[in-house]
């Protein structure tokens, strides 16, 4: 499905165009409207398109200079110009500017039509074209995996920048067929890596704009972070992982270690045995460190009084939390908020 953005101060011909596009048969998911190129560039920055169509003489920014932003800025959008001028300087400067087609008013529909129907045929083609080549994409998956394996948050968010950042400019259409054959590549490096096949879907995308398309593609990344902890757990390891996004979940309220142990399908004395070798520490203990972890949080960025921030982590009274306070951290709440410590 593709987005396409027309350009025109004359509103009948942006009408023309709309309806036109509108009843044909192409795969249009949204069409843009601009009277002018600076408004254009508005568009393109915020939401992207995947090809514009745009007239040469407009206020502010005319056809030719919106085209040579666009080749620079906007370098995977193909633009498409319709003008009342058969001037060959303008048509000259068109074809410098990269312009697929130069089109002259009054538009005749078929024309019209086909030129972007050829248009958006060939937009495909240019995955084939880019810079990116699939080995330095394999390379950067590389990367991100060893960098979740190794629990490297730095050198992961790292990855997934520079990542978003290769994808700057491109249009919509690009983005999710880039990202799509990067999923796959992230999918085929964590398996060959871990030597067990990773399993997670490429959720669909609904966005309206660029600030949607990042926040898919990060949402994506965590969910193959996720998978790929998952999958570099044995069995049992897994089973533990599980337990902890559970306690992780439920750390306030008072779940017995039978009924962790039960959900997971184990004795609770086997499940006690496999959570500590696994982790290091009791199932009461990590879910202690848990509650004061979120105590000394509100403690230092709320107001809350103490009963209340006794009763939002899981304790039933202060009395129990200052107990706890004491026991793991050697000082008592009231302590910690006035001193600030860290």
């Excluded at 060893?146 to 990855?159: G, M, T, Y």
């Excluded at 796959?184 to 959720?203: D, M, N, T």
């Excluded at 949080?297 to 809350?304: A, N, T, Y």
Aim: hydrophobic share 35%; glycine share 4%; aromatic share 10%.
């Amino acid at each position: 499905m593709y987005t396409i953005l027309l350009v025109d101060d004359e509103s009948t011909t942006i009408k023309l165009m709309h309806y036109m596009l509108e009843n044909s048969r192409f795969p249009v998911l949204r069409i843009f409207e601009a009277s002018d190129g600076k408004e254009a560039l508005r568009i393109m920055r915020e939401y992207g398109a995947d090809l514009v169509i745009t007239d040469i003489s407009m206020p502010y920014m005319t056809g030719l200079e919106l085209c040579r932003q666009l080749s620079g800025e906007f370098r995977y959008t193909p633009a498409i110009i319709v003008s009342e001028h058969d001037k060959f300087e303008y048509v000259r400067e068109a074809l410098v500017c990269g312009v697929k087609d130069y089109l002259l008013k009054p538009l005749c529909k078929d024309r019209f039509l086909s030129s972007v129907r050829r248009t958006l045929e060939e937009l495909p083609e240019t995955v084939h074209t880019i810079g990116e080549t699939s080995d330095r994409w394999r390379g950067l998956a590389e990367v991100w995996v060893e960098a979740v394996l190794q629990d490297n948050r730095s050198a992961q968010e790292k990855a997934g920048r520079k990542w978003l950042a290769s994808l700057h400019g491109v249009p919509p259409y690009l983005c999710l067929k880039w990202h799509s054959a990067f999923h796959r590549i992230l999918l085929q490096s964590a398996g060959a890596k871990l030597e067990r096949e990773v399993e997670c879907s490429l959720p669909p995308y609904h966005g309206q704009n660029g600030a949607d398309l990042t926040n898919w593609i990060t949402a994506d990344f965590k969910a193959m972070q996720h998978a790929v902890k998952l999958a570099a757990y044995t069995d049992n390891q897994r089973t533990i992982y599980n337990a902890q996004k559970y306690i992780q979940q439920h750390y306030n309220k008072e779940i017995t270690l039978e009924e962790l142990a039960s959900s997971v399908g184990y004795s609770a004395p086997y499940f006690s045995y496999l959570f500590k070798l696994k982790t290091g520490i009791s199932y009461m203990a990590y879910r202690t460190q848990l509650r004061l972890k979120r105590a000394q949080e509100l403690l230092l960025k709320s107001d809350k009084s103490m009963p209340q921030i006794a009763s939002e982590v899981g304790y039933n009274d202060v009395t129990s939390l200052i107990r706890a306070f004491k026991k793991e951290l050697g000082y008592t709440p009231s302590d910690y908020r006035k001193s600030g410590l860290v």
